[in-house]
């Protein structure tokens, strides 16, 4: 095939088009502690073995149910069964629903109610030894028949095992099409249940294009991949620009960092992201920099966050390009490079306009509707190309305005001197939502939870500044004569089986939460009571 006259146009087509270039090639790499997460001994793949393991997958994935339009959920650590399984999907032109390794009975009950997973992929784990356990009761309890399947040799009861090797059956691979719906991802919602984000193969590759041409992504690249490769972050970050790129993938899995520094040297990592806390932390700490050997590494993104300009001054002076990254799982996404703002202090507080064909973005004031186009004054930004979704699952429309522009929720300004402007800057976000260590919590699911409890009149949900995490959940309560703990909280949300990232770290009682005049909590008000503390 060649790429010139018939360019891939699915995630599967990249995939075949990367075996086929360099069949003897490094594809995919375990984590070197692997086996302290999870079973089995750490994985090498070339992309030949790769694009034999993904068709026998596919295969057994098929015998299960997994006919094209199904769903298949899966939730896995970074380990390589994970985009194997993903790929796999994208093969017989199934649909993945990934979940993050945190969700417990709580989300992963919504889920498999909202999506009628006709597969669910999930294996055993040593931080979670009754995960088949939880995942087969899911099953039993479910609306629709559920097949439970596992890569591990020691199964459960009604749990079918999965094989890496091929066997005599050949996946069919019906594949799909561009605009065909490949992947369900989740968000935190607003309104406190997660919302599902379909993503179709066109909406994958076009924001994987923008990446590898923005970041000079090659077959020669060497990527780490530390990020949970189950939403925009690990897939459209990492996942699918690797696949285009035809590079070598390697997987980290938790955030270890004498782990992660040693891969980065043993591997020859040339791109990796990391969470802005990692790289202040790194930075400022001269002993643990002079002992990593960093010198392979020619840029790493990060985001989530805004970026402090010193560190990315500080990284830059090191020969270490900071790319500063604003994206979402609906596939609004800004990048700014060296290339595009070559100033590092700028380049951590400000993002070009996008200018890719057929992308828009428009700042709309907050509150009238207005478009707004001088720099200086805080607006929505909305959305508008070939990279954003189509609307949430079970949607009403609402998150798209009149001109279908989607409605971020994220609060930016234009800044810089030029006429019209051609800079963005991040002000806050207009969606309740807090980000602790790069996983989004909604506030309003946490208030849900908590407000139940006996004792609690009402509550305000907010982040709080962490150095290490750059954010935490805090709770403002109003009680009643017998007021909660923290650790009654904490022990509650846990008997809900709630995600552990979810829980509250700190908590305040007040006789009563600030309100404006139509009855809004002013959450910027109480986050302003901890932001110096």
Not at 102 to 114: D, F, K, N, P, T
Request: proline share 8%.
């Amino acid at each position: 095939m060649s790429s010139r006259t018939n360019p891939p146009q699915t995630i599967d087509q990249l995939v075949l088009r990367a075996a086929a270039a360099n069949p003897g090639a490094v594809a995919l790499v375990d984590a070197p502690n692997r086996a302290t997460f999870t079973t089995g001994d750490p994985l090498l793949l070339t992309w030949a073995e790769l694009n034999t393991a993904i068709d026998a997958v596919a295969a057994q994935l098929e015998d299960l149910g997994a006919a094209p339009g199904a769903r298949v959920g899966v939730q896995l650590p970074n380990i390589v069964e994970l985009p194997i399984t993903i790929l796999a999907c994208a093969r017989i032109g199934a649909v993945v629903v990934p979940y993050p390794v945190q969700h417990r009975e709580h989300e992963l009950s919504y889920g498999i109610e909202v999506t009628s997973p006709t597969v669910f992929v999930t294996g055993q784990r040593t931080d979670r030894p009754d995960q088949l356990t939880i995942i087969t009761q899911l099953a039993q309890g479910a609306a629709a028949p559920m097949q439970v399947a596992t890569f591990d040799q020691d199964k459960a009861a009604n749990v079918a095992m999965l094989q890496l090797a091929p066997s005599q059956a050949r996946a069919k691979a019906q594949g799909s099409t561009p605009n065909d719906v490949v992947s369900v991802c989740w968000t935190s919602g607003t309104t406190g249940d997660p919302k599902g984000v379909p993503r179709t193969n066109a909406m994958w590759l076009a924001s994987a294009s923008f990446q590898v041409s923005e970041l000079g992504l090659t077959s020669t690249d060497n990527i780490l991949c530390p990020f949970p490769v189950v939403n925009m972050a690990g897939i459209g970050g990492m996942l699918v620009p690797w696949a285009m790129a035809g590079a070598a993938l390697h997987l980290h899995q938790p955030l270890d960092l004498q782990v992660f520094l040693g891969q980065i040297q043993t591997e020859s990592i040339t791109y990796t992201v990391a969470p802005p806390p990692l790289l202040n932390m790194l930075l400022s700490n001269e002993a643990l920099l002079a002992q990593a050997n960093l010198t392979s590494i020619r840029k790493i993104s990060s985001g989530s966050a805004p970026l402090d300009p010193w560190m990315v001054e500080g990284w830059q002076a090191r020969g270490i390009e900071i790319v500063n990254v604003f994206g979402s799982n609906e596939g609004a996404a800004l990048l700014s490079t060296a290339a595009s703002v070559p100033d590092p202090a700028e380049r951590a507080r400000f993002f070009p306009v996008p200018t890719r064909p057929g992308v828009e973005v428009k700042l709309v004031a907050l509150g009238d509707e207005s478009v707004i186009s001088e720099t200086g004054i805080p607006g929505e930004l909305r959305f508008r190309g070939p990279t954003v979704f189509d609307g949430y699952l079970g949607s009403d429309g609402t998150e798209f305005d009149a001109d279908g522009f989607f409605r971020t929720g994220d609060v930016f300004e234009y800044g810089g001197d030029s006429n019209p402007p051609t800079l963005l800057r991040f002000v806050d976000r207009a969606k309740d939502i807090i980000i602790r260590g790069g996983m989004n919590v909604s506030a309003a699911e946490v208030e849900g939870l908590v407000g139940a409890m006996e004792g609690v009149n009402e509550v305000a949900a907010v982040a709080f500044p962490d150095r290490d995490l750059g954010e935490r959940v805090g709770l403002f309560v109003v009680a009643s004569e017998q007021p909660p703990t923290l650790d009654s909280i904490v022990e509650h949300m846990r008997n809900a089986n709630v995600a552990s990232y979810k829980l509250p770290e700190r908590l305040e009682l007040v006789d009563a939460l600030p309100r404006n005049p139509v009855g809004k909590v002013l959450k910027p008000e109480l986050r302003a009571r901890w932001s110096d503390q």
